[in-house]
Every structure is written in structure tokens, then in C-alpha cells.
């Protein structure tokens, strides 16, 4: 014969334990070529630079 829990969790219980589960604010750094707030390790959004080096060609006009 197989017992479940002999009372239930109460709300109060359930919602202590899940008040912990909140989303963070990203990390954000400046890219050392534009001075723009990016994410770390990826191609800055601003000059479509990754570590000194060009990665997406900007349409010059």
C-alpha cells in the first residue's frame, strides 16, 4: 500500500519557497571600441565589434 502526505502544504508554505524564483537584471559591460552598454561575449550591437575585429560589415554610405 503506498501513503501520500499526511497534510497538505499550506499556501503560505508553497509561496515562501517560490518568492526566490525572480528573474535576475542582465550583466551588462561596455564595448571597449564605442563605449556602448552590451552583454558580454557577443558582437556589440552598436559598431558590430567583437574583440577588436569587425565581425558584420555596416552599410556605409
Known amino acids: 500500500m ?3 502526505p ?5 499556501k503560505a508554505r ?10 535576475s537584471a542582465p550583466n551588462l559591460v561596455e564595448c571597449p571600441h564605442c563605449h556602448e552598454y552590451k552583454l558580454p561575449h557577443r558582437v556589440c550591437g552598436a559598431c558590430q ?3 577588436g575585429r569587425e565581425v558584420f560589415a ?3 554610405e
Open 2 to 4: 503506498m501513503i501520500g
Open 6 to 10: 499526511k497534510r497538505r502544504w499550506s
Open 14 to 23: 508553497t509561496r515562501k519557497r517560490r518568492a526566490n524564483y525572480k528573474i
Open 49 to 51: 565589434q567583437y574583440k
Open 58 to 60: 555596416t552599410a556605409e
